[in-house]
């Protein structure tokens, strides 16, 4: 059952601002919105570019937004979506652009490069191992699961209306702190640079991020909110404070 | 005379997943330079997408076992023509390198004891794979990624390498192209270790990513290293089968682990019918036991459906074939029964199996805690790959290492799920360790400007002839569907002599592909370039298969359709000849000593 569909796909231009081609294409039942686009570069636009690799919603590569939707392309099946209507799929808008629907990433390398790493405790079981009890990493392992699709940070109003780049760290960088400040194992002390240097205030919880995750981590609930509870409890807290002075 | 930018390092490493990333770790660690080139972002590379687990017989929940019993599942499972070294190595190391990863940061499952919890898998004896659910290959690259960065190596993005360039017979550099800008690079190193995965794209139903075009394979091979057992594909038993667009795609064989049962239109389970003679002794007698076998129960024996990969996919086959198939051309694998056997299912199987509940709901609409899923054959893995010493991972080029899945030896004709996550660990490691070590002691070699010149001139004729030459992606379509109808499950002679034949002939429109544009992220360029490397490495898949005039493991041939004692001793071995024809040779395997003769002996019964 083949019919036709009309994308509207972003192309930018070489010196000059992008904007959008429309494609008619024919479509078939299952199809995802990558299908289309990949259909679109083998049969119309052989230099239409477009980052992917798995196609299984597993390595976060080809983020977009779709109808104005941050997601993944892999996994926005057409069923999804209102093909009687032109769709548009254009690419991450807060970060820059490098060629139609692929975007500089890079930013987000940096930034992980910022946190300080993952510091074991010494081994302490017989075997020179360690014991976790599995209930004590489930939350870690919730977080464990992020593609690294950077959709959470593309939609985050501090960084894409706001660009706060040089001062916030963006969900996926909270998200990977409190991994690390949650594994039972690790023995750094991450808040004092969540509060100073990565900028954990910025975020007012709007729940933006955790409504785009494509692995549908509680973003602010499970990782964002307990970490502004360590920060609050060290360093605004009044009892705590009160303390610090006569120490 | 084109402009590049040159870049020097003492180890240069080709590939981030797995074995890349732990080869660069483990070289920029002792201390030399370190360069990462990578075809994607850094931690999007195949391995992500394994699932099942890593194999190491750490013995955490089931004391029996050991090395020993890891070592001979191993060999059994490659039917004897393995690097027996390389399965030692394996077998003793992984438990190490799987310990390692909790040190830097990776979180596995938990036994009730606080252990990292192991699970069974096809042709494993005992519970041996460390996992994380069903995402552990994300938490290895994951893992590695997060440690790597710290280590102070220089990380190359999305580059592709053109060629391999040699100084007197050494390994001595490589040409690459970044997608961004489509400018040339030229990386000078003492050591290269080549970690750049499979093959898969050489077919139409892969499980793997645009990524897996042999390009290890094909650059070893173009500067003269030799590439062994080639014919040795693995055709994963379960890909998803429907929708179109998604198969291929990669069903976990935790599913058959955690209980899942495969049955034929007919609602028959069908893999009770054909349980090979080596394996009887270890197979579930009945469906009871094999369900009491995967929920722990040591005195039980596996189900059928958990033996190797290479067994199921032909039953698979053979049942669609027969007409007792699913409605999209597969058979039917069933979670969603175990509701007979566990309250609170379906919480149970999307706590063990989040990942496929997930792209089965949202890929194909599915429920697979209420309904069977549909699945059948698809392209995984190959066996095959670049010949090395299995102590250092060298190959026949000196300087030039390989690891992971584009080396071959420790898998033989099939490899066992679970064995791919430790290889690239345990090999990846030696294969860094070894090349710093080699760097340490070479000066650098020279890259030479004429050998560099000429490889950029070739890779930008596709510009020269632009629209009006073929088109890039229909060569690449015609190729997959020519490997897929002639050197697929079940392969013949004739068949696979008219595959060489295409493969002439879209070696000569390969030669006359064109594009037009600019070079940024350009895929259609991109795809050009692949083509090379696809069509080297199918060629040698189909001179390989040929060679092999037997059936053994992941190579099956319906004109000899029995295992051959005069094959059992060999590898078949590729390497460029003069004027460019692909020259096929058999190499024989070293005979084992008797200590590892006598493991495999003890584990027999």
Same mark, same amino acid.
């Given at each position: 059952?083949?019919?036709?569909?009309?994308?509207?796909i972003w192309r930018t231009h070489p &010196?000059k601002d992008g904007t959008f081609q429309?494609?008619? *294409?024919?479509?078939?039942?299952?199809?995802?919105?990558?299908?289309?686009?990949?259909?679109?570069?083998?049969?119309?636009?052989?230099?239409?570019?477009?980052?992917?690799?798995?196609?299984?919603?597993?390595?976060?590569?080809?983020?977009?937004?779709?109808?104005?939707?941050?997601?993944?392309?892999?996994?926005?099946?057409?069923?999804?979506?209102?093909?009687?209507?032109?769709?548009?799929?254009e690419p991450?808008?807060?970060?820059?652009p490098?060629k139609d629907l692929?975007?500089?990433?890079?930013?987000?390398?940096?930034?992980?490069?910022?946190?300080?790493?993952?510091?074991?405790? *010494?081994?302490?079981?017989?075997?020179?191992?360690?014991?976790?009890?599995?209930?004590?990493?489930?939350?870690?392992?919730?977080?464990?699961?992020?593609? &690294?699709?950077?959709?959470?940070?593309?939609?985050?109003?501090?960084?894409?209306?706001?660009?706060?780049?040089?001062?916030?760290?963006?969900?996926?960088?909270?998200?990977?702190?409190?991994?690390?400040?949650?594994?039972?194992?690790? *023995?750094?002390?991450?808040?004092?640079?969540?509060?100073?240097?990565?900028?954990?205030?910025?975020?007012?919880?709007?729940?933006?991020?955790?409504?785009?995750?494509? &692995?549908?981590?509680?973003?602010?609930?499970?990782?964002?909110?307990?970490?502004?509870?360590?920060?609050?409890?060290?360093?605004?807290?009044?009892?705590?404070?009160?303390?610090?002075?006569?120490? | 005379?084109?402009? !590049?930018?040159?870049?020097?390092?003492? #180890?240069?490493?080709?590939?981030? $997943?797995?074995?890349?990333?732990?080869? %660069?770790?483990?070289?920029?660690?002792?201390?030399?330079?370190?360069?990462?080139?990578?075809?994607?972002?850094?931690?999007?590379?195949?391995?992500?997408?394994?699932?099942?687990?890593?194999?190491?017989?750490?013995?955490?929940?089931?004391?029996?076992?050991?090395?020993?019993?890891?070592?001979?599942?191993?060999?059994?499972?490659?039917?004897?023509?393995?690097?027996?070294?390389? +399965?030692?190595?394996?077998?003793?190391?992984?438990?190490?390198?799987?310990?390692? /990863?909790?040190?830097?940061? +990776? #979180?596995?499952?938990?036994?009730?004891?606080?252990?990292?919890?192991?699970?069974?898998?096809?042709?494993?004896?005992?519970?041996?794979?460390?996992?994380?659910?069903?995402?552990?290959?994300?938490?290895?690259?994951?893992?590695?990624?997060?440690?790597?960065?710290?280590?102070?190596?220089?990380?190359?993005?999305?580059?592709?390498?053109?060629?391999?360039?040699?100084?007197?017979?050494?390994?001595?550099? #490589?040409?690459? !192209?970044?997608?961004?800008?489509?400018?040339?690079?030229?990386?000078?190193?003492?050591?290269?270790? /080549?970690?750049? $995965?499979?093959?898969?794209?050489?077919?139409?139903?892969?499980?793997?990513?645009?990524?897996?075009?042999?390009?290890?394979?094909?650059?070893?091979?173009?500067?003269? +290293?030799?590439?062994?057992?080639?014919?040795?594909?693995?055709?994963?038993?379960?890909?998803?089968?429907?929708?179109?667009?998604?198969?291929?795609?990669?069903?976990?064989?935790?599913?058959?682990?955690?209980?899942?049962?495969?049955?034929?239109?007919?609602?028959?389970?069908?893999?009770?019918?054909?349980?090979?003679?080596?394996?009887?002794?270890?197979?579930?007698?009945?469906?009871?036991?094999?369900?009491?076998?995967?929920?722990?129960?040591?005195?039980?024996?596996?189900?059928?459906?958990?033996?190797?990969?290479?067994?199921?996919?032909?039953?698979?086959?053979?049942?669609?074939?027969?007409?007792?198939?699913?409605?999209? $051309?597969?058979?039917?694998?069933?979670?969603?029964?175990?509701?007979?056997?566990?309250?609170?299912?379906?919480?149970?199987?999307?706590?063990?199996?989040?990942?496929?509940?997930?792209?089965?709901?949202?890929?194909?609409?599915?429920?697979?805690?209420?309904?069977?899923?549909?699945?059948?054959?698809?392209?995984?893995?190959?066996?095959?790959?670049?010949?090395?010493?299995?102590?250092?991972?060298?190959?026949?080029?000196?300087?030039?290492?390989?690891?992971?899945?584009?080396?071959?030896?420790?898998?033989?004709?099939?490899?066992?799920?679970?064995?791919? /996550?430790?290889?690239?660990?345990?090999?990846?490691?030696?294969?860094?360790?070894?090349?710093?070590?080699? +760097?340490?002691?070479?000066?650098?070699?020279?890259?030479?400007?004429?050998?560099?010149?000429? %490889?950029?001139?070739?890779?930008?004729?596709?510009?020269?002839?632009?629209?009006?030459? =073929?088109?890039?992606?229909?060569?690449?379509?015609?190729?997959?569907?020519?490997?897929?109808? /002639? #050197?697929?499950?079940?392969? @013949?002679?004739?068949?696979?002599?008219?595959?060489?034949?295409?493969?002439?002939?879209?070696?000569?429109?390969?030669?006359?592909?064109?594009?037009?544009?600019?070079? =940024?992220?350009?895929?259609?360029?991109? @795809?050009?370039?692949?083509?090379?490397?696809?069509?080297?490495?199918?060629?040698?898949?189909?001179?390989?298969?040929?060679?092999?005039?037997?059936?053994?493991?992941?190579?099956?041939?319906?004109?000899?359709?029995?295992?051959?004692?005069?094959?059992?001793?060999?590898?078949?071995?590729?390497?460029?000849?003069?004027?460019?024809?692909?020259?096929?040779?058999?190499?024989?395997?070293?005979?084992?000593?008797?200590?590892?003769?006598?493991?495999?002996?003890?584990?027999?019964?």
């Amino acid at each position: 059952m083949a019919t036709t569909a009309t994308f509207k796909i972003w192309r930018t231009h070489p &010196e000059k601002d992008g904007t959008f081609q429309t494609f008619h *294409t024919e479509v078939t039942e299952g199809m995802v919105v990558l299908d289309v686009v990949h259909k679109i570069q083998a049969e119309q636009a052989p230099d239409l570019a477009v980052r992917w690799n798995c196609k299984a919603g597993k390595c976060g590569s080809c983020s977009a937004e779709i109808n104005g939707q941050p997601r993944l392309m892999c996994m926005t099946r057409l069923s999804q979506v209102n093909l009687h209507e032109p769709v548009t799929v254009e690419p991450m808008r807060a970060f820059p652009p490098i060629k139609d629907l692929v975007t500089d990433v890079s930013w987000n390398f940096r930034v992980k490069k910022g946190i300080s790493k993952f510091k074991p405790r *010494t081994p302490d079981a017989p075997d020179g191992t360690w014991r976790m009890a599995q209930k004590d990493i489930d939350r870690v392992q919730e977080f464990r699961k992020c593609i &690294e699709c950077f959709l959470c940070q593309d939609v985050c109003h501090v960084l894409r209306d706001h660009n706060k780049h040089d001062e916030f760290i963006g969900p996926r960088f909270l998200v990977y702190a409190a991994n690390l400040e949650m594994n039972p194992l690790d *023995t750094e002390d991450r808040v004092a640079a969540l509060k100073d240097e990565h900028g954990i205030g910025y975020c007012n919880i709007t729940k933006c991020c955790t409504k785009v995750c494509p &692995e549908h981590i509680h973003i602010t609930d499970n990782a964002i909110i307990p970490l502004k509870e360590r920060v609050v409890d060290r360093y605004f807290d009044p009892i705590t404070r009160l303390l610090r002075i006569f120490q | 005379m084109a402009v !590049y930018q040159s870049y020097s390092y003492d #180890v240069l490493i080709i590939g981030a $997943g797995g074995a890349g990333l732990r080869a %660069a770790i483990e070289a920029a660690s002792s201390g030399v330079s370190v360069g990462l080139i990578c075809k994607s972002l850094l931690g999007k590379a195949h391995t992500v997408m394994a699932e099942g687990g890593m194999a190491a017989a750490m013995a955490n929940n089931d004391d029996r076992d050991s090395w020993r019993v890891h070592f001979a599942d191993t060999m059994r499972g490659g039917q004897y023509v393995n690097n027996w070294r390389m +399965a030692e190595l394996h077998a003793k190391e992984a438990p190490d390198r799987v310990r390692e /990863l909790e040190g830097w940061g +990776a #979180v596995f499952d938990r036994t009730p004891d606080g252990r990292i919890n192991q699970r069974n898998f096809g042709g494993h004896r005992y519970p041996r794979l460390a996992h994380v659910g069903d995402r552990t290959g994300l938490e290895l690259i994951r893992t590695l990624q997060d440690h790597a960065v710290y280590t102070g190596m220089t990380v190359h993005m999305e580059h592709t390498v053109i060629d391999l360039i040699l100084d007197n017979g050494r390994a001595a550099g #490589v040409l690459t !192209y970044d997608r961004e800008r489509g400018r040339f690079h030229v990386f000078n190193a003492k050591a290269i270790v /080549l970690a750049t $995965g499979g093959v898969g794209r050489a077919y139409k139903i892969t499980s793997n990513s645009w990524e897996g075009t042999g390009d290890g394979h094909a650059l070893a091979y173009r500067a003269g +290293a030799e590439l062994i057992d080639m014919e040795f594909i693995q055709f994963h038993p379960t890909g998803m089968v429907w929708p179109p667009s998604v198969r291929g795609i990669l069903v976990t064989e935790g599913v058959r682990g955690e209980g899942g049962v495969l049955k034929n239109s007919e609602g028959r389970r069908f893999m009770f019918d054909d349980i090979p003679d080596n394996y009887k002794p270890q197979t579930a007698s009945d469906p009871e036991e094999g369900w009491r076998y995967t929920q722990g129960d040591k005195s039980a024996r596996r189900p059928p459906e958990l033996l190797t990969r290479d067994h199921v996919a032909r039953c698979i086959n053979r049942e669609v074939k027969a007409g007792r198939g699913s409605p999209h $051309g597969g058979v039917f694998l069933d979670i969603a029964w175990i509701k007979e056997k566990l309250k609170d299912s379906d919480t149970h199987i999307k706590r063990k199996l989040p990942s496929m509940y997930h792209q089965f709901k949202e890929l194909a609409d599915l429920d697979i805690t209420k309904e069977p899923m549909e699945v059948g054959p698809t392209t995984h893995y190959i066996m095959g790959g670049i010949r090395v010493d299995a102590d250092s991972q060298m190959s026949t080029i000196p300087g030039l290492f390989a690891a992971g899945e584009c080396a071959s030896g420790i898998n033989g004709a099939n490899r066992l799920g679970g064995n791919s /996550l430790s290889d690239l660990i345990v090999f990846g490691k030696r294969a860094g360790e070894y090349a710093s070590a080699w +760097a340490k002691e070479h000066p650098a070699p020279r890259v030479s400007d004429v050998l560099v010149e000429s %490889a950029m001139q070739a890779s930008l004729a596709p510009f020269e002839r632009g629209d009006s030459g =073929e088109n890039p992606y229909k060569v690449q379509a015609d190729l997959q569907e020519s490997m897929q109808a /002639l #050197v697929g499950i079940v392969r @013949t002679e004739n068949e696979m002599r008219q595959a060489l034949m295409r493969i002439a002939d879209l070696k000569e429109r390969a030669a006359r592909v064109g594009v037009s544009g600019h070079r =940024e992220y350009h895929a259609g360029w991109h @795809t050009a370039l692949d083509l090379r490397n696809l069509l080297t490495v199918s060629e040698a898949i189909a001179r390989s298969a040929i060679e092999r005039k037997e059936s053994r493991g992941g190579h099956f041939r319906e004109d000899y359709p029995d295992k051959v004692a005069e094959f059992s001793t060999i590898n078949v071995a590729v390497r460029q000849g003069a004027g460019d024809v692909m020259e096929i040779g058999r190499i024989p395997i070293p005979p084992i000593p008797n200590h590892l003769k006598q493991v495999i002996e003890e584990q027999k019964s």
